[in-house]
């Protein structure tokens, strides 16, 4: 038997949110960049059974813990965008382009 792979749509739509390509990446980046230390489910914006879903997603390393993973993951990380006139990498992360490159 194979295993069930998740997609992000499905997960939203397992969650009672709205599951669209749009509505997906709208939610991420609105509520995005959560802090390092909080857990996923710890977050505000979950209903109690949103949070107790995603806890036991996790723990019982069930069919959604990957792509919940996905979501813990792209939820703590937010991509700095670039904006006109502003640089789009720190000054810091800047100096090391050229290694990272292999220049």
Partial sequence: M???VH??????RQLGLPDDDK??????????PLPREMPLPDAAFWSPAQAEFLREAISDDADWAEVVDELDTRLHN???????GQPWLS???SSYLPEMCGY
């Fill in 2 to 4: 194979e295993p069930i």
């Fill in 7 to 12: 997609s992000m749509n499905t997960l939203f």
């Fill in 23 to 32: 509505d997906v990446e709208h939610f991420i980046n609105s509520h995005q």
């Fill in 78 to 84: 937010s991509p700095r965008h670039a904006r006109p």
């Fill in 91 to 93: 000054k810091q992360s």
